[in-house]
């Protein structure tokens, strides 16, 4: 009996948020091994079932399961067959990354569609490399009308530190209108992703602010307010946060996150709710330094401590403030 199980996580910016939205310009993003995961086997009908919501369905259109549908539908254009002419499978998909029936902000979406692509490349034996797997989850929430940079699904296909350099994507919407797949795999969308080797000794910290946050709102709110200075001056300090990053760089990395945080707080006001602004104050007088993550307005924000006593000092201040330490990891 052909069964496999697949996992992806989720992701976290850490500088280059909204700027990357214009082709061309560069996000820091990070994996968080937060999980959703898949199980997909054989079976007489196709059965897909996912526990954020309590029913099932066929390849019959249901709005809930739209992602996972549509990314059905891209896997059949690479395989070049209709998927009701395969072999049926149930597929079960769940996730921890929400709680108390609240997402945490860690790109559930995107995950899902990677993690939808993954599990059918797995069931019908298909190899496929990141690159193309990021092409076909890209498309898939393109299709879709999704907004976003595209960021996320680039770190969460390579599960690794990323600098993310966006394509164009309205150039790409509408070659999806008018081209085929086969040619928009092969074509050249002038991104590029590339790993990051920290050498930065740091002890990063995830505070979940409980207040839910839509990206796609927050993207339409704030866009009209990106200028050429804010995206020169966010460009210039994301390259210094990766320069910083890789040589183990303290004083340097601190100083661009902090300029990336500065930059985000006066594009808009929605964007630093008083919850992140909390999140960051407890990063202020100590040892450490912090930011919102992802478009703000709630949802996640992080921070980078350099001692045990920094980090302890937060996580009071954070709890004191209602907020949740929901991921911790040693830097080097
Ligand atoms: O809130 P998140 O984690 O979905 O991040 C959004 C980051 C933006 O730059 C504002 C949008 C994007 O897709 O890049
Ligand atoms: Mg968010």
């Known amino acids: 009996m052909t069964k496999y199980h697949l996992e992806t996580g989720g992701k976290l910016y850490i500088a280059g948020e909204y700027s990357v939205l214009v082709p061309g310009q560069t996000a820091i993003l990070m994996p968080v091994p937060?999980?959703?995961?898949?199980?997909i086997e054989a079976a007489q009908d196709f059965k897909i079932w996912s526990d954020m919501f309590d029913y099932a369905v066929g390849l019959e259109a249901d709005a809930n399961y739209a992602l996972i549908q549509a990314s059905l539908e891209t896997m059949s254009l690479l395989l070049g067959k209709d998927i009701a002419q395969l072999?049926?499978?149930?597929?079960?998909?769940?996730?921890?990354m929400e709680a108390d029936g609240k997402k945490y902000g860690l790109g559930s979406s995107g995950s899902v569609t990677v993690l939808t692509l993954k599990a059918l490349a797995a069931f019908y034996q298909l190899d496929l490399s990141p690159d193309l797997l990021f092409k076909m989850a890209a498309y898939t929430?393109?299709?879709?009308?999704?907004?976003?940079?595209?960021?996320?699904?680039a770190c969460i296909t390579y599960d690794q530190l990323i600098a993310y350099r966006s394509f164009d994507r309205k150039t790409i919407s509408q070659k999806i209108a008018n081209h085929s797949f086969e040619e928009l795999m092969k074509e050249d969308w002038k991104y590029t992703i590339e790993p990051i080797k920290p050498s930065l000794e740091a002890h990063f910290l995830v505070g979940w602010t409980k207040v839910p946050s839509i990206s796609r709102d927050m993207i339409n709110r704030v866009k009209g307010a990106i200028t050429s200075d804010y995206l020169s001056e966010t460009e210039n300090a994301v390259k210094a946060c990766k320069k910083a990053i890789e040589s183990g760089d303290k004083e340097l990395f601190v100083l661009s996150l902090a300029r990336v945080s500065d930059l985000l707080e006066t594009l808009d006001l929605a964007i630093y709710h008083p919850k992140l602004l909390a999140l960051r104050a407890a990063c202020q007088n100590v040892n450490a330094v912090g930011k919102s993550s992802g478009s703000g307005g709630g949802d996640c924000g992080i921070a980078f401590s350099f001692d045990q006593e920094s980090t302890d000092q937060i996580i009071k201040d954070w709890r004191a403030n209602?907020?949740?330490l929901i991921y911790d990891q040693r830097w080097t």
Request: cysteine-free.
């Open 34 to 39: 937060i999980k959703m995961t898949a199980d």
């Open 87 to 96: 072999p049926a499978f149930t597929l079960s998909i769940k996730s921890q």
């Open 141 to 153: 929430l393109l299709k879709l009308g999704d907004n976003g940079s595209m960021g996320d699904i």
């Open 322 to 324: 209602a907020i949740d």
